[in-house]
């Protein structure tokens, strides 16, 4: 086995697209009766856990598609919250991973030429506005949330108090704008 997994070029990136195909045969092949009453049976707690699974790169496309299908059986404002609080939990793990377990080697990142030379060179503006939106973006997508919470955590002026609120409401937002679209089509 480990000579197998040595031999693929990019496995995480093959994981990522088996996950993309596990939550396409979800979808589409929901009305397995056994997998759609065990789906059901979680009720919102199954939204919760979704939500949190939401924020992870290898989970995203799985906890999406069983987002828009408990929805279905619930009230889509009560799902959005939910799925929001389980997102910002989960994002609020890799927060804190990336904050305190990286802490060293954000600092060393900032002393190297090339982000040294960036950060010379790149505008204020950008620096101030740019990155916390293309983070912002990047959360309250579908997309994984690994990379928009890092550019978050490694800001020195966002708290945990101002980071569980910005990842609460993108997520909540995100998750509805997805849950809905899911309805109207």
């Known amino acids: 086995m480990n000579s197998l997994i040595k031999k693929i070029k990019y496995p995480k990136l093959l994981l990522v697209i088996i996950t993309f195909i596990v939550a396409y ?6 009305d397995i009766p056994i997998f759609h009453d065990i789906l059901l049976s979680l009720g919102y707690f199954g939204t919760l856990i979704a939500g949190i699974f939401f924020t992870y ?18 009230n889509i404002f009560v799902s959005a919250f939910i799925g929001g609080v389980g997102a910002m ?4 793990l890799i927060f804190k991973l990336i904050r305190h377990s990286f802490h060293d080697e954000i600092e060393k990142l900032r002393n190297e030429k090339i982000i040294k030379h960036i950060n010379e060179k790149s505008p204020s503006i950008v620096k101030k506005y740019f990155l916390p939106v293309l983070a912002g973006f990047i959360i309250a997508s579908p997309l994984p949330d690994e990379m928009g919470v890092a550019l978050l955590a490694t800001s020195k002026i966002i708290s945990s108090r101002v980071f569980f ?3 609460f409401l993108l997520n909540t937002s995100g998750i509805f ?9």
């Open 165 to 167: 609120a910005i990842s």
């Open 25 to 30: 045969i979800l979808f589409y092949e929901r």
């Open 89 to 92: 939990i989960g994002d609020y």
């Open 57 to 74: 790169g290898f989970t995203a496309a799985p906890a999406t598609i069983f987002l828009i299908l408990l929805a279905e059986h619930e």
């Open 177 to 185: 704008v997805i849950i809905w679209l899911s309805q109207i089509i």
